[in-house]
Every structure is written in C-alpha cells, then in structure tokens.
C-alpha cells in the first residue's frame, strides 16, 4: 500500500498543479504538488514537493514575493521609484516628464524671453541672453543709453535700441554736439558785408 501525504494549500500569490494519476483529495506516494507564481511575483523555495513514503511531502512550502521592479533603477534623472504589484512608477523631478522621468521639459516652448533674446533650457528653468540694449530677467527692459547724459550743450538726447542720437542746437555739431559751429567759416553769420565777423557761442 502506498504511502499517502494531505494535499497542502495554495500559497498566496501562487498556483498549484497536481501530478496525480487520478483526481482525488490527497496525493499517493511518488506524485506531486508544483507552484507558479502570479506575475510580479518570484518563488521562494520547493517550485516542486513530492509525496514521500513517510506520508510528508519533500522540501519546504514555497513562498512568492513580490518583484522588485525598481532594483533596475529604471528611472532616471535622479527620480524616484516606487514599486507596485508586476510594475512600478517613477516620480520625477521638476522640470521632467515621462514614464521613467526621461524627457526634459524644455521651458524655452514657451517663448518667454522678449526682444529677439536667446533663450537657453536650463534644469527646471531658463535663462535669457540679452540682445545689447536690453536687460532684466526676460529682457524686457530698455537700456537707456541717455541715462549718462552723453549729449553736450543743451542737446537734447534720444534713446534708441542700444544706441541713441543727440540732437544738436544751431550752434553746436559733432555726435555729442561737442563741437561749435563757426558761422563765420560757413557764411551764416548774418553780418553786413563790410562788417567783420567774430565767431562765438
């Protein structure tokens, strides 16, 4: 008579085959019990148990432990990786996207630089490089090149894109009006013409 050995339950996570010659509620001696684990799961221990002559089943009763799926270190860009059952998801840092945070988020789609500035994507920012002219975070300040007060003698300054012109009285020229017209060389001095002329500001 053969030795007969309980059928054992099921571990969670798993799945049992039995190799008997005949369906019955307990396994004779020489047949076995397999397990298999859910996907996500790995198994711990006897995959296989067979019925032995003592009436006990050989090894130890398996256990199926979840799957690590971040010991890969699947995600990138120093995110952080949170395991689940059978898969896992990455918590990506700020200025990424993406299942595994791959992607950097480019802040430039935006346009957010004014004034025809070149805008550089940075790591969770951008900056922006001024045209000459023009300043401030997204360059949309006008440099005031007559701030300095370049134009001489009561010339009157106007500022333009990083540039600016003075606009001279009759009496001076030059590009910073810093040079006296001599009425007397150019003839427009108005005096009589046996009179003499003295040039003067």
């Given at each position: 008579?053969?030795?007969?050995?309980?059928?054992?339950?099921t571990p969670?996570?798993?799945?049992?085959?039995?190799?008997?010659?005949?369906?019955?509620?307990?396994?004779?001696?020489?047949?076995?019990?397999?397990y298999?684990?859910?996907?996500?799961?790995?198994?711990?221990?006897?995959?296989?148990?067979?019925?032995?002559?003592?009436?006990?089943?050989?090894?130890?009763?398996?256990?199926c432990?979840?799957?690590?799926?971040?010991s890969?270190?699947p995600?990138?860009?120093?995110?952080?990786?949170?395991?689940?059952?059978?898969?896992?998801?990455?918590?990506?840092?700020?200025?990424f996207?993406?299942?595994?945070?791959?992607?950097?988020?480019?802040?430039?789609s935006?346009?957010?630089?004014?004034?025809?500035?070149?805008?550089v994507?940075?790591s969770?920012?951008?900056?922006?490089?001024?045209?000459?002219?023009f300043?401030g975070?997204?360059?949309?300040?006008?440099?005031?090149?007559?701030?300095?007060?370049?134009?001489?003698?009561?010339?009157?300054?106007?500022?333009?894109?990083?540039k600016?012109?003075?606009?001279?009285t009759?009496?001076?020229?030059?590009?910073?009006?810093?040079l006296?017209?001599?009425?007397?060389?150019?003839?427009?001095?108005?005096?009589?013409?046996?009179?003499?002329?003295?040039?003067?500001?």
């Amino acid at each position: 008579c053969k030795a007969k050995c309980s059928i054992p339950n099921t571990p969670l996570n798993a799945r049992r085959t039995l190799q008997q010659r005949q369906q019955r509620s307990y396994l004779l001696q020489g047949e076995t019990v397999s397990y298999s684990c859910d996907d996500g799961y790995s198994i711990v221990g006897n995959q296989m148990r067979v019925c032995q002559e003592d009436t006990s089943l050989s090894g130890a009763s398996p256990q199926c432990k979840d799957i690590n799926e971040c010991s890969s270190s699947p995600c990138q860009n120093d995110a952080t990786c949170e395991d689940n059952i059978n898969s896992y998801s990455c918590n990506c840092k700020p200025g990424f996207t993406g299942d595994q945070c791959q992607t950097n988020i480019n802040e430039c789609s935006s346009s957010p630089c004014q004034n025809d500035a070149t805008c550089v994507d940075n790591s969770n920012s951008y900056s922006c490089n001024c045209k000459a002219g023009f300043k401030g975070r997204l360059c949309e300040e006008d440099i005031d090149e007559c701030a300095s007060n370049p134009c001489l003698n009561n010339a009157t300054c106007t500022d333009r894109e990083n540039k600016y012109t003075c606009n001279c009285t009759t009496a001076f020229t030059g590009q910073h009006c810093e040079l006296d017209v001599d009425e007397c060389f150019s003839n427009t001095h108005g005096c009589d013409k046996n009179g003499v002329c003295f040039n003067s500001h």
